[in-house]
């Protein structure tokens, strides 16, 4: 991935001089490669240190479709299929799980018309966990968690419509770990960030 950022960067910049006079449709749509990295926090709990518990790192498929309100303010919607991650404690695998994380934000856009936009934006993440298999069944997870999701970004312009993009992100994503007859282990915080490359097409 940091060897395919670094020509696009640099070509994007070169494209930046002037602005763009065409007038733009309301509608993004990127599709984006992510690479997601929990921040593996957990509670300490009797027997249990805290950030015994991890929570495994990949790289995942993202679709993301905005709509612009006025040339500076969008709202972006992240989407993607469920993901199952591995779950080790003190370096054994405990199991898997899969999450489904869309999110959405309001964002700010703060060069509309240019050939590189920067942006930043702020919204809520809604993770949806099911598949849990922790434990040989022992264990079980929350199978919802709500938090706020922020994010950096830019878009380049490199043809008409067409964009190549950067984006950042990170997602408060927690959920109880609980025993089968429901009794509270800890809290595991995935709290994931999330790095992006991708392409856009304005509408």
Same mark, same amino acid.
């Given at each position: 991935?940091?060897?395919?950022? #670094?020509?696009?960067?640099?070509?994007?910049?070169? #494209?930046?001089?002037?602005?763009?006079?065409?007038?733009?449709?309301?509608?993004? *749509? =990127?599709? +984006?490669?992510?690479?997601?990295?929990?921040? !593996?926090?957990?509670?300490?709990?009797?027997? #249990?240190?805290?950030?015994?518990?991890?929570?495994?790192?990949?790289?995942?498929?993202?679709?993301?479709?905005?709509? &612009?309100?006025?040339?500076?303010?969008?709202?972006?919607? $992240?989407?993607?299929?469920?993901?199952?991650?591995? $779950?080790?404690?003190?370096?054994?695998?405990?199991?898997? &799980?899969?999450?489904?994380?869309?999110?959405?934000?309001?964002?700010?856009?703060?060069?509309?018309?240019? +050939?590189?936009?920067?942006?930043?934006?702020?919204?809520?993440? #809604?993770?949806?966990?099911?598949? *849990? /298999?922790?434990?040989?069944?022992?264990?079980?997870?929350?199978?919802?968690? *709500?938090?706020?999701?922020?994010?950096?970004?830019? !878009?380049?312009?490199?043809?008409?419509?067409?964009? @190549?993009?950067?984006?950042? /992100?990170?997602?408060? @994503? =927690?959920?109880?770990?609980?025993?089968?007859?429901?009794?509270?282990?800890?809290?595991?915080?995935?709290?994931?960030?999330? &790095?992006?490359?991708?392409?856009?097409?304005?509408?």
């Amino acid at each position: 991935m940091k060897t395919f950022i #670094l020509p696009v960067a640099l070509a994007a910049g070169w #494209l930046a001089s002037a602005p763009l006079q065409a007038q733009e449709g309301p509608w993004m *749509v =990127r599709l +984006r490669a992510v690479s997601l990295q929990p921040a !593996d926090k957990s509670d300490a709990a009797p027997g #249990l240190p805290a950030d015994a518990i991890h929570v495994s790192s990949k790289t995942i498929p993202e679709v993301d479709i905005s709509y &612009f309100f006025t040339a500076n303010l969008a709202a972006e919607l $992240v989407l993607t299929v469920p993901q199952e991650h591995d $779950v080790t404690l003190a370096g054994a695998k405990l199991g898997t &799980f899969k999450e489904l994380p869309p999110t959405l934000t309001a964002q700010w856009h703060f060069l509309p018309g240019q +050939r590189v936009d920067p942006y930043v934006g702020l919204g809520l993440n #809604l993770t949806l966990i099911s598949d *849990v /298999k922790l434990a040989d069944g022992a264990l079980d997870l929350d199978k919802t968690s *709500v938090g706020l999701a922020a994010q950096v970004g830019v !878009d380049f312009k490199v043809a008409k419509q067409c964009f @190549i993009n950067l984006d950042a /992100k990170y997602a408060q @994503i =927690r959920s109880d770990v609980k025993t089968a007859a429901g009794a509270k282990v800890t809290t595991v915080k995935v709290d994931p960030f999330l &790095f992006g490359v991708g392409v856009g097409y304005r509408f």
